[in-house]
């Protein structure tokens, strides 16, 4: 059986500030809130990483200082937009932010559409539930969502109505190749109350029935 524990870095200025985010570090506040991981993940297990910096330093604060690095666990690219705030964005180009939020196919910014980045993170999804052992999986608000819509079956849709905050844990178990869902967004207490980015795993409220992931 394969169980995963998949982490959300912790809060960043960008993820405060509802950005998109760049490949920016952790400030001392997302360190200091990133060390209380420890006593909430397992000694002993596999830990794996996006390349980006934010989740590198959430996973040495926890104490994991050597994750493996995968490729599919980088959050969506954002292309144009990575930096800005989803404000000003919407105030420029309220267009392409619909399009965005409604095509999953749409990729305005020049970067990864929806559609192509849920292929992406499905496509590692599928890779670990062949495998056995427990594994800490160190990602982006965006990847634990995708990886919970694939995991249940559910229609790409259901994307924007979850919500994932910084440092928070999402666990899933596989079972001869299919998934189930243990625990959605458990937090550790240690990042509650930080502004959501949409960019990178929170919701923010756009339009009824209707949610901006960040």
Avoid at 17 to 30: I, N, V
Avoid at 41 to 51: D, I, K, N
């Amino acid at each position: 059986m394969r169980r995963l524990l998949l982490v959300r870095h912790a809060a960043t200025p960008a993820t405060r500030a509802a950005g998109f985010p760049r490949d920016e570090p952790l400030d001392e506040r997302g360190r200091d809130e990133a060390a209380t991981l420890a006593g909430a993940l397992p000694a002993r297990c596999e830990t794996q990483s996006s390349p980006a910096l934010r989740c590198r330093e959430t996973a040495a604060a926890a104490g994991f200082a050597a994750p493996s690095l995968v490729a599919a666990l980088a959050e969506c690219d954002f292309g144009a937009w990575a930096g800005r705030t989803l404000a000003d964005v919407a105030a420029q180009a309220p267009a392409d932010v619909a399009a965005w939020m409604e095509d999953a196919d749409a990729c305005p910014h020049g970067g990864e559409s929806l559609s192509a980045f849920a292929a992406r993170v499905a496509g590692w999804l599928d890779g670990e539930a062949a495998r056995d052992g427990r594994s800490v999986a160190f990602t982006h608000g965006g990847v634990v969502k995708a990886a919970l819509v694939h995991a249940l079956g559910a229609p790409l849709s259901a994307f924007w109505r979850i919500d994932v905050a910084p440092l928070s844990l999402t666990e899933l178990h596989a079972h001869d190749g299919r998934w189930t869902v243990a625990r959605v967004n458990a937090g550790v207490g240690a990042a509650v109350g930080a502004s959501p980015a949409p960019g990178d795993g929170h919701a923010l409220a756009a339009a009824p029935g209707k949610a901006v992931r960040a």
